[in-house]
């Protein structure tokens, strides 16, 4: 019952919906006010595994997948839910595991409905299965514990500033398949917030603090990212917005952020420490003083450049090391515009925008006039565009021509149904006024019906992305991605291929891709690949069969150049008539990364019965 991450058909992620003709669940009394309903899916069946990174064993084995509800006094006084499971995988059920995960979550509501509401949550999970890399590309395939555990009050008084506080923790731990490799992480989350309705003012307010320690592979590790990393922060800000005449609307807000990171070298032994903190202000207003003219003006101030860039890459709350544009960087803008609605379908726009700049020891001042022209009418129906011209000069020179523009298509030609997408920019501005990037997004798509009926289908999609500083070689970024499926309403085929190139930063234990960005230098490269297909079919009512493969295949470069390549094998067989199910599974799962190991298998087998009961 072990097996790992992989792409199953409709059909079989469909299963848990369709298997079990369920009757209603008794409910069970316990004293005058506890009210609960339980039940669960209890599987028994003969495991096997083998492989390089386990030892063998076979033999009979059991699992459970459960769940219980219930409330006390009343369901808008206290209701709960809780789902335990045990030993589950993907041999036989929808859970990640190469050996068999075990775990609980459970939620708590209390005073739902009143003035005081409330709620508590906790989970943990042993021996699931996750993945640690970049999001929608070849990554690394690790197993891992986790639990959290996360508490909610507010105050929603009539008349009063509403209050909403929060509190949660959590933390990880897991090792990536086949190595000794780690990825620990622990959180610590607090947040109050306020809103608050005076004199036609919308008033905001919150205040959060965060602590993060987390722990990254080493292999993954580049000077001066690093192995380990212990970050906390707070941020606070408030913000108001009024109506204005003319049916306009006038707002302001302000935020300050504070970092302060420590970096441990793994390898090296060393520890750099960095701190941001970054304040933030905006003011701005928009007027319609027509149906179809709308004007606006805005002027926004940004304190530590270097803080703001380094928290905004940041996915997680900890921001990416090695950002430095320079002690007293900062930024301030003002701008304005107008956009008029000439039709339904035809819009145009202009925004000028005035920059002052000071990063790097320098100052810097730059001017950005744009012109924008839309419509929304699809053109001999099949096109629609929007498109822009940016005029910039930086100090009154060094005049600069861009361009942006956005194409969609879509047409039925005799059944195909046909669409597609592009956008293209040119010498657009970035967060410094001396750095503009380029970028390309494209994708298309065809689907047909065919057959009696039209219940066979078939459809194809490609896409694809560049980007990149246009004074920065090197930093250029891409990816495509292919996909096609075809089938029926009991048969699926489908099959994938993706790839990348580019270069990423490792912030608080996630790798992340890394958009053009100035003052960036230190990031890891990487380039990879993936393809895999499966297929699922229902050949007769309740039964299932479907099966898939995968394979994703990388290089990475940090402080030593990997080669890596994962595969896995799936297959499955699944028959269910009421609530009783006849249950087979087969994978084999295969990880190899060649800084840090030669590749590890595991080959896992299963076949059972399982059953669905009310327990009360």
């Known amino acids: 019952m072990k097996v790992a991450k992989c792409i199953i058909g409709p059909a079989v992620l469909m299963m848990s ?13 316990v004293g005058e006010n506890t009210h609960l309903n339980a039940g669960g899916i209890v599987t028994v069946g003969y495991a096997g595994d083998y492989g390089d990174a386990i030892p063998s064993d076979h033999g009979l084995n059991w699992g459970l997948n459960g769940t219980m509800s219930g409330y006390y006094y009343n369901p808008n006084f206290l209701n709960f839910t809780v789902t335990p499971y045990y030993n589950q995988s993907r041999n ?33 999970d042993r021996n699931s299965t996750g993945t640690f890399g970049l999001a929608g590309q070849p990554n690394f395939t690790t197993i891992g514990d986790s639990q959290g555990f996360g508490i909610n009050w507010s105050a929603l008084l009539p008349d009063w500033p509403t209050l909403s506080v929060g509190y949660s ?14 990825a620990n992480s ?17 008033l905001n307010g919150f205040y959060t603090h965060l602590s993060l320690n987390s722990q990254s592979p080493e292999f993954l590790t580049s000077e001066p990212q690093t192995a380990a990393q212990d970050s906390s922060g707070q941020s606070m800000g408030v913000s108001a917005t009024h109506s204005l005449p003319l049916q306009g ?15 441990s ?36 101030y940004t304190g530590d450049l270097s803080g703001y860039l380094a928290q905004s890459l940041s996915t997680n709350g900890a921001p990416v090391p090695g950002i ?44 950005f006039v744009s012109g924008t022209l839309s419509y929304g009418k699809r053109l001999l129906n099949m096109f629609t565009f929007s498109a822009s011209v940016i005029d910039s000069s930086i100090d009154e020179q060094n005049n600069a021509l861009g361009f942006v523009g956005n194409v969609n298509y879509f047409h039925r030609i005799k059944g195909w149904e046909t669409s597609g997408q592009f956008s293209y920019a040119q010498n657009v501005q970035t967060l410094l006024v001396t750095y503009t990037a380029s970028y390309y997004n494209y994708s298309a798509s065809i689907h047909r019906r065919f057959g009696d009926g039209g219940r066979w289908h078939w459809s194809g999609a490609f896409g694809g992305s560049h980007s990149g500083l246009s004074q920065a070689p090197g930093t250029n970024n891409h990816s495509e991605s292919y996909s096609t499926s075809f089938g029926n309403p009991r048969f699926t085929a489908q099959g994938t291929y993706t790839q990348a190139v580019g270069a990423s930063l490792m912030g608080g234990g996630i790798l992340q891709g890394l958009p053009p960005t100035p003052g960036v230098t230190d990031f890891i490269l990487y380039n990879g690949r993936s393809y895999g297909g499966g297929i699922s079919g229902t050949p007769i009512p309740r039964l299932v069969i ?29 028959y269910h008539l009421r609530r009783i199910g006849l249950q087979a599974g087969f994978t084999r799962f295969t990880q190899g990364i060649s800084a840090v190991g030669t590749p590890a298998s595991t080959t896992s087998y299963f076949v059972g019965f399982s059953r669905w009961f009310n327990f009360f």
């Open 92 to 124: 036989d059920s929808e859970f990640q595991s190469l050996t068999g995960a075990s775990g609980v979550n459970g939620t708590a509501n209390f005073f739902t409905g009143s003035n005081f509401p409330g709620s508590v949550n906790y989970h943990f």
């Open 249 to 263: 609307t006038f707002f302001t807000n302000y935020n300050r952020s504070t970092v302060d990171s420590n970096y």
């Open 186 to 202: 622990d959180s610590k989350l607090f947040n109050v917030r306020s809103t608050y309705g005076l004199a036609g003012f919308n």
């Open 17 to 29: 919906q369709i298997m079990y003709s369920q009757a209603p669940a008794p409910s069970l009394t």
């Open 169 to 182: 923790q959590g933390g990880g731990h897991s090792n990536i398949y086949g190595t000794s490799e780690e």
């Open 324 to 367: 430095n544009l320079g002690g007293g960087s900062h930024s301030l803008t003002m701008g304005g515009g107008a956009g008029y609605q000439f039709t339904n379908n035809l819009s145009s726009s202009a925004q000028a925008t005035h920059y002052d700049q000071f990063f790097f020891g320098k100052d810097y001042s730059g001017t």
């Open 546 to 574: 479907a099966a898939t493969y995968n394979r994703a295949l990388s290089n990475t470069l940090a402080q030593v150049s990997s080669h890596n390549d994962t595969q896995i094998y799936n297959a499955q067989l699944q």
């Open 265 to 300: 070298d793994g390898l090296a032994g060393g520890t750099n420490s960095s701190s941001y903190t970054t304040d933030q202000e905006n003011v701005g207003a928009t007027i319609h003083p027509t149906l179809k003219l709308s004007l606006s003006g805005n002027e926004s």
